[in-house]
């Protein structure tokens, strides 16, 4: 049996803009209605509809012996116009985190889930040098009005993520590829992290845990070449190195900058949210960025999303955060599958990471499931099918999978038991 610690969160983990349904005023949305940007042909609409389903949504989880939840909060929905609040959308929020609370539920609150609002995009978005200060902003606002109800604060997710879809690869709206613009971007995220903690510390009135939710992925060069080992490494310096240096130390370094200082970033984070799902293999390739990702092999086992299932690399990351010496909270690890029994198979694997890495002195207190429910996959539409729960066409009405009730064992119990392991531990 694989026992975690007293006190160990367990949950799933969502975004506004995934399951809320109606977000009109972020540049998704608007992205989304120009039609072909998304893969599966679908818009985000009412997605899960859970803006108005909330309570029943948490109730489910509730049931289902979850006892934390991480959300994101619309910030296009809180600032419609830049300088402009909205009172009744706080509100809502406001009920929403009083919804988590009654149904046993520790909230972990992000702040920024990859949706900008529309005045903030017209004005560059990340590229412009006032991003920083204006998210700080929004930052300090809801701190302030959501109070001692929120103990965890988590300020952008994803950070890698971001200036690589929307300014590099042309996945995310704006759709641009340019690497100027790319750094641009990765250098104002880092600096509003800092401004986002400093600015919800200044502003809450308790003392929450505030940290970045960062997308690591364990890179692996294809080779022993030296060119191959260099790509991997720019590739890690991008990724990951870029990010956890950055805040550790306060400086923009490479690609972004030349290691100069960031006034107020430096250990900007009292905890570290954790995301994961697979690895990437790296070759030497062509210009502008002089590499390459090596697709799985043919007997690798594949997600729908066409990532490689490799726990190992999950261990590896949860164990390279150890002499940051902050604690870590799983905040999304999941796989996109038609197959539950591959879910199952992949929750109880992914576990064993989670417990190995425990066991070696890393301070993980928490594991969130990506995801609660199937939603709106950003540019893959509706197609990918991530939740423990499946939503029933038409109706929008919540059906938990097989691996709901596995994973409420496993809460339940605070472990995975012998049985589950035997079962889908190999």
Not at 40 to 62: I, K, Q, V
Not at 99 to 119: A, I
Request: hydrophobic fraction near 35%.
């Amino acid at each position: 049996m694989l026992k975690f610690p007293d006190g160990f969160y367990w949950g799933c983990a969502t975004s506004s803009h995934q399951v809320e349904g109606n977000n009109r005023n972020n540049q998704w949305w608007a992205w989304e209605q120009e039609g072909g940007n998304v893969r599966d042909g679908t818009t985000s609409g009412p997605a899960c509809d859970h803006y108005n389903r909330f309570d029943d949504d948490f109730a489910l989880a509730e049931e289902l012996g979850h006892s934390a939840h991480r959300l994101s909060i619309e910030w296009s929905r809180i600032e419609p116009e830049e300088g402009r609040w909205d009172e009744k959308e706080v509100e809502h929020y406001r009920r929403v985190i009083e919804s988590l609370h009654r149904h046993g539920l520790t909230p972990f609150v992000t702040l920024h889930h990859f949706t900008n609002p529309l005045w903030f995009e017209q004005q560059g978005g990340w590229t412009s040098p006032r991003a920083p200060d204006l998210i700080a902003r929004y930052a300090g606002y809801m701190a302030k009005q959501l109070g001692e109800a929120v103990p965890f604060w988590l300020t952008i997710n994803e950070p890698s993520v971001v200036p690589a879809a929307c300014y590099l690869a042309g996945m995310h709206p704006p759709a641009k590829r340019d690497m100027g613009l790319a750094m641009q971007a990765a250098r104002h995220i880092l600096i509003a992290h800092g401004k986002m903690y400093q600015a919800v510390r200044e502003a809450a009135p308790h003392d929450p845990q505030v940290g970045p939710v960062l997308n690591m992925i364990y890179v692996e060069p294809a080779s022993d070449s030296e060119e191959d080992r260099q790509a991997a490494q720019l590739f890690d310096q991008y990724w990951n190195s870029y990010w956890l240096e950055g805040i550790r130390d306060g400086v923009v370094g490479p690609p972004a900058g030349g290691g100069e200082e960031a006034p107020g970033l430096k250990g900007t984070w009292d905890i570290i949210g954790l995301n994961n799902y697979s690895r990437s293999v790296i070759a030497a390739g062509p210009p502008p960025m002089g590499l390459r990702q090596v697709p799985p092999g043919p007997d690798a086992e594949t997600s729908t999303m066409g990532w490689e299932v490799y726990p190992e690399g999950f261990y590896r990351v949860q164990a390279r955060l150890k002499p940051y010496g902050k604690p870590v909270y799983i905040t999304e690890n999941g796989i996109g599958t038609d197959d539950d029994k591959q879910r199952q198979r992949y929750i109880v694997r992914h576990l064993r990471q989670v417990h190995r890495a425990i066991s070696e002195g890393v301070d993980v207190r928490g594991y969130l499931h990506w995801s609660f429910q199937d939603n709106f996959e950003w540019a893959e539409g509706f197609r990918q099918k991530f939740g423990l729960i499946a939503m029933e066409e038409g109706t929008r009405n919540r059906l938990p999978r097989p691996s709901a009730y596995l994973f409420r064992d496993i809460a339940r119990a605070n472990a995975v038991s012998d049985e589950l392991l035997g079962r889908w531990g190999e």
